[in-house]
C-alpha cells in the first residue's frame, strides 16, 4: 500500500498517529520519519509538523482532535476571544480548559482540566477552528468557577475597548447578555451573581480592576472614571478619585498603557490633573505596585486620605 506524504496528511500542521497508520504508515516506519523530519509531539496521538510553534491554539486543537466532543471554555475561551486575564502573560503554559457537555469524560489528560457542566449547543461556536463556549458563557463559567479576581478582570477586559494584537479591540459583550448567562441553574451560580455586582464597566485595564478590588476589600469606595476639569477647561477622568479628601489615585505603566510613548503622554496628563481644583494630592501607582505590592498600596492610600 503506497504511503501518503505526512504533511498532505497534517490538519492545519497537527497531524493524528491514527490517520497516518489508516493511509499506510507502519508503526516503526512511522516513529523513524516523524523523528528523521523533526516533527514535535502536542501530546500522545498528535504532533505538530516541523517549524510550527506549538502555542495555545495547536495545544487545544491538539486535544479537541483526539476528543471531538470536548468544547475548549473558561480561561482557554478568554484567550482565545482575546479577553485580558491574570495570567495573559503565561496563557501558553497554562492548563488546558475544556467543558464535556457529556457529563461522561473521565479520561486524565496531564495539562487540561475537563469541567463536566451542562452546555447548550447554542452557546458553542467556532473559533480558530476550534469549538469554543461563546462570549456570554465564557465569562459565565469564570465568574461561577473564580476565583474572584480572575474572572473580574476578565469580565471587565471583555465589557470595554482594550488592546489586542497591537489593535483596538470592540466591546465583547453586554452587561444584559453576561447576566441572562449566569441564570442558569449551575453550581456556583449564586457566588457567580454575587460577583457580577462588583463589576465596573468603566475599568481601564486589568490593573485598575485590581486596584478598585483591592480599595473595595479595604473598605474604601472612590468614584472610578471620575471627571474634572483642569485649569483650561478640560475634562480629565481619574482612574480613581476621593472627591470630598480632594485625592485621585492613578495607576500608571509603559506595560499597560501600549507603549514607552504613550507612558510618557501620560506623565504629561499627570502634571495637568495635579492643576486640578478639585485634586489636592495625587497619587500614582505602577501596574506592578498594584499586582505584588497591594497592601503597601492601601496603606498609601489610608496615609493620604488620613492627612
Not at 51 to 75: C, E, I, K, M, Y
Not at 167 to 191: H, N, Y
Not at 247 to 274: C, F, K, M, P, S
Amino acid at each position: 500500500m503506497k504511503r501518503t506524504d505526512l504533511s498532505a496528511l497534517a490538519d492545519g500542521g497537527l497531524l493524528l498517529t491514527a490517520r497516518a497508520l489508516q493511509a499506510g504508515w507502519s508503526p516503526a516506519t512511522l516513529s523513524r520519519q516523524l523523528r528523521r523530519e523533526g516533527w514535535l509531539r502536542i501530546r500522545r496521538g498528535v504532533w505538530a509538523e516541523p517549524g510550527r510553534p506549538v502555542d495555545l491554539t495547536p495545544r487545544l486543537r491538539a486535544t479537541q482532535l483526539l476528543n471531538p466532543r470536548l468544547v475548549v471554555s473558561h480561561g482557554s475561551a478568554a484567550h482565545l476571544w482575546q479577553i485580558e486575564t491574570l495570567n495573559a502573560r503565561t496563557a501558553d503554559q497554562q492548563p488546558l480548559d475544556f467543558t464535556d457537555p457529556d457529563l461522561t469524560f473521565r479520561q486524565s489528560l496531564a495539562d487540561a482540566h475537563v469541567h463536566r457542566i451542562p452546555l447548550s449547543q447554542d452557546e458553542v461556536v467556532t473559533r480558530h477552528g476550534l469549538r469554543v463556549t461563546d462570549v456570554p458563557r465564557t465569562l459565565a463559567d469564570l465568574l461561577r468557577s473564580g476565583p474572584r479576581d480572575d474572572a473580574l478582570v476578565a469580565v471587565e477586559s471583555a465589557l470595554g475597548f482594550r488592546r489586542a494584537g497591537g489593535q483596538r479591540r470592540p466591546p465583547l459583550v453586554t452587561l444584559a447578555s453576561l447576566s441572562l448567562a449566569l441564570e442558569a441553574p449551575l453550581r456556583g451560580g449564586r457566588r457567580g451573581r454575587t460577583w457580577f455586582g462588583l463589576v465596573d464597566r468603566t475599568s481601564g485595564s486589568p490593573a485598575e480592576t485590581i486596584a478598585r478590588l483591592r480599595m473595595l476589600d479595604a473598605g474604601l469606595r472612590p468614584e472610578t472614571q471620575a471627571e474634572v476639569r483642569g485649569p483650561d477647561g478640560r475634562r480629565y477622568y481619574l482612574d480613581f478619585l476621593f472627591r470630598a479628601e480632594g485625592l485621585a489615585v492613578e495607576v500608571e505603566g509603559y506595560a499597560y498603557h501600549g507603549t514607552r510613548d504613550a507612558h510618557r503622554r501620560d506623565i504629561a496628563r499627570y502634571n495637568q490633573i495635579a492643576r486640578c481644583p478639585e485634586v489636592r494630592r495625587l497619587l500614582r501607582f505602577t501596574a506592578e505596585d498594584v499586582f505584588h505590592r497591594g497592601a503597601w498600596v492601601i496603606e498609601e492610600i489610608r496615609g493620604a486620605l488620613a492627612a
